[in-house]
């Protein structure tokens, strides 16, 4: 199920520029020293209040008031001008910070964040703890701010704004009964929608739940209905999340746009010879690269490859991008003004020994990985796969194909994997298991032994040892139906070893069926 944690800082405008994250943020305010301090910002009737501290908002003073009335109220006021999009960007910046809480964040206006906390809360202890963990460091940075989580991120913005205490926790079954006493302005609605359901006298969510839907959207429009039934979790509500700037970026803007292919290509390889480059320099590679190339209009194309290991061979990046080229050609429009090419999934490179290799003379591994490189590109990333350990004792699912270009963590310790498998007898399992076991018939003399005969393929095969029976019971997590097998392993009089299986048992309702799953050496 999932959780969603809210973010709320109700000053975050002037405290991000005045407490002690101000120097990092940027344009910091001089001390207050506890007099009133307002932020304006012009509109079209004059200047008005955008911002508070604390004690302008004790003076009577609020958002949304004109400057000038500030002043009659309070003479000696400070006044220091709005600085929306610095806001936004320092916002950006606490939310991406915020990612070692969760690797899914993103900001809410400008004085929220949202973060998907779902399977993360038990690193810090639960879910109070995370808050806790949170909260506690939003105050030494000297900001105010209050937090809510719910298993909607509807639900967790409101409660986090309009909740009676700073922090609160909605479970699962209760998000009805705590959405229902707070004000419409909970369901993140335009100030038009909220001021025609206040005249109404509809002012608060419980008086929404359970209404019919049809009024409602013929009144107000379908915005409040989604908004409700996302907040109630009747509806889905995608979560988009900040990605972290890259480290390691090339970019070069054009005296004149370009359209043609040639230049196109030429950039790339400039950019790739300047990145590569900068992660030679760090002693790093980069697993996942993205070029983007900006429009005179505004609009953007972008191309993102990946790469089986680690990479910072200029000429293999530009040689990979350049293939994928074409399609871009076609959408330039009137040109491209700039470019940018972005390292990502960036790990610590250690230098490879070049010679000393046991394939073909000149070959290395690195070769081997651009190769692979250039077929996963251009046939798809599953046209080249590797097989990596998978926990599970079913045989079929004991390994997992992954693309080639897919990371691996760590070493794969296939030795460990398959004593762990096969609980350290040897050749316990086959050394050719079948994608799809195959039928066999079989002759036995009495049900719970091994069979004395067996016929695969059309050939018959006399048994004359067998081991076993070894049971595999199928996951009972799993929602795939499966049956209980009892494996045995098997020779022939031609010493031809076999893996046969019987699935099902003889004292339940029907036949239990019996398969080869594989051969032995």
Known sequence: MKRYLSVWLPRWAIERRSGSIAV?????????????????????????????NPAAERQGLFAGMPVTDARAIYPALDVFPADSPGDVEALTRLALWCQRYSPFTRI?????????????????????????????????????????????????????????????????????????????????????TIVALEKLGLKHVGLLIGKPRGPLVARFGMTLVTRLDQALGHADESFGPLTPPPVYRAECRFAEPITLLADIEATVRHLSRELAEALY?????????ELVLYRVDGWFEALELRTSALSRDAAHLSRLICER?????????????????????????????????TGAPGETAGDIAELLDRFANRFGPMSVTRFVPHQSYV??????????????????DWAAHTRHLQDDTPLARPILLFSRPEPVEVIFETPDHPPTRFTWRRFAHRI???????????EWWSAAPGETRDYYRVED????????????FYEKPGTPSWFIHGVFP
């Open 24 to 52: 990092q943020m940027g344009n910091p305010l001089p001390p207050d020293e506890g007099r009133p301090l307002v932020l304006s910002d012009n509109a079209q009737s004059g200047a008005r209040i955008t911002a508070t």
């Open 108 to 192: 809410e206006g400008e004085d929220g964040i949202s973060l998907d906390i779902t399977g993360c809360a038990h690193l810090l202890g639960g879910e109070e703890g995370l808050m806790d963990d949170l909260a506690t460091r939003l105050e030494c940075f000297g900001l105010t701010a209050r937090l809510a989580i719910a298993p909607t991120l509807g639900a967790a913005w409101g409660a986090a704004r309009h909740a009676r205490d700073g922090r609160a926790v909605i479970a699962a079954g209760a998000v009805s009964q705590t959405l229902a006493p707070f004000p419409v302005a909970a369901l993140r609605l335009e100030e038009a």
């Open 281 to 289: 320099k760090a002693g790093k590679g980069a697993r996942r690269i």
């Open 325 to 357: 080229l074409a399609r871009i050609e076609d959408r330039a429009g009137f040109g491209f003004e700039a470019a940018t090419l972005s390292a990502f999934d960036v790990e610590r490179g250690d230098p490879q020994q070049q010679g000393l290799t």
């Open 395 to 412: 045989p079929e699912l004991a390994v997992k194909a992954v693309s080639v270009l897919e990371a691996v963590i760590g070493p794969q």
């Open 464 to 474: 004359v040892r067998a081991d076993g029976p070894e049971r595999i019971s199928p």
């Open 493 to 504: 009089e031609a010493g031809r070893r076999f893996w046969l299986y019987r699935e099902g």
